[in-house]
């Protein structure tokens, strides 16, 4: 049977002395070495590159002729390397980012994991490390720590979708606040939210009058939940309000959704709007007229029978 090497790591300095001067010119020199383990192609290296009052360890393309830049560092990651990363990147109108680094803290590979989740460019954090056989010369070790990805990317994406629905249901709810506080005391200490209701208490313990909203659609609720522990006694008290159901719809004025909601905890009691949600920011105003207007026929109808609860 051969004989099989065993290898060993090679401290980076006893390779490369100097990291601008020795490490930095052997990759100028083999940056096919780097493409091969990122997987992509790269060519023209150029050292200390211009970015400003700064200079690019390396500048390089890509095969469709975009900048590529490349920052060293033969230590622990850190923020200023990363920071100058991030700098280059925007001064040399660059698509791809590569950081080079011995030791990759936890924090900034989450950190390039996060600015991969943009479509703006491509983050790569590699580990150098120098190992051997034997007595063979050293041979450079790069491993891709983190690099861009479509499942990065639709991440990014998602979280982005995510955070545009935040803010355009705050503003929603803004709006209808201010709507509701010229007619209504109802909710007038409620502040908006970046959820899909908000909710105010109906008198009871665990019953809330809630404006709900989702893209295309809105309403106005009573909502009973009063505990994981107590789903029967949500569903007792949601039959005694349904004893009156006749009462209740009169003087609401229209019909009523009644959702024992059986698989779930909770009961509701709600009046549904259909002309649009917080997507239809044209009809804003028409569909938070509506809820308001909703909302003070559903208080007014229910409340007699809230109050005669014996909860």
């Known amino acids: 049977m051969s004989a099989i ?15 601008a001067y020795n490490f930095t010119r052997w990759l100028q020199e083999n940056i096919d070495v780097l493409g091969d383990v990122l997987g992509i ?21 890509d095969d469709s002729g975009n900048t590529v830049i490349i920052e060293n560092q033969l230590e622990k990651s850190n923020h200023d390397h990363l920071g100058k990363l991030i700098t280059y990147l925007v001064t040399l109108e660059a698509k791809t980012a590569i950081w080079i680094v011995a ?7 989450s950190a390039v994991s996060w600015l991969n989740e943009s479509y703006a460019a491509s983050f790569y954090l590699v580990k150098v490390e120098a190992i051997k056989i034997e007595d063979s010369p050293a041979a450079p070790l790069l491993t891709l720590i983190v690099g861009p990805s479509d499942e990065t990317r639709e991440a990014g994406k998602t979280k982005q979708e995510i955070a545009e629905r935040y803010v355009e ?8 606040l201010e709507l509701a506080k010229l007619k209504t005391r109802l909710h007038a200490n409620i502040s908006p939210s970046q959820y899909g209701h908000i909710s105010t208490s109906a008198g ?11 893209q295309h659609a809105a309403g106005a609720e009573l909502y009973i939940d009063r505990g994981e522990e107590r789903d029967e006694e949500n569903k007792r008290i949601f039959d005694m309000l349904h004893n009156h159901k006749d009462a209740i719809e009169s003087t609401f004025g ?11 905890r909770g009961c509701r009691v709600r ?4 002309s649009g949600g917080y997507r239809d920011e044209n009809r804003w105003i028409e569909i938070q007229e509506q809820l308001v207007e909703a909302m003070i026929r559903l208080d007014r109808a229910l409340k007699p029978y809230i109050k005669q609860l014996e909860i």
């Open 169 to 176: 249901r705050r503003r929603f709810w803004s709006a209808l």
């Open 271 to 274: 009046k549904l709007i259909t």
């Open 254 to 264: 229209e019909l009523l959704v009644w959702d024992k909601l059986e698989r779930r």
């Open 41 to 61: 192609t790269l060519s023209g290296a150029e050292r200390e590159h211009s970015a400003g009052d700064f200079n690019v360890d390396l500048r390089a393309e």
């Open 103 to 109: 030791e990759p803290r936890p924090e900034h590979i």
């Open 5 to 19: 090497g065993k290898i060993q790591r090679v401290p980076l300095r006893e390779v490369w002395k100097h990291e």
């Open 204 to 214: 009871k313990q665990g019953l809330g009058y809630r404006y709900y909203v989702t």
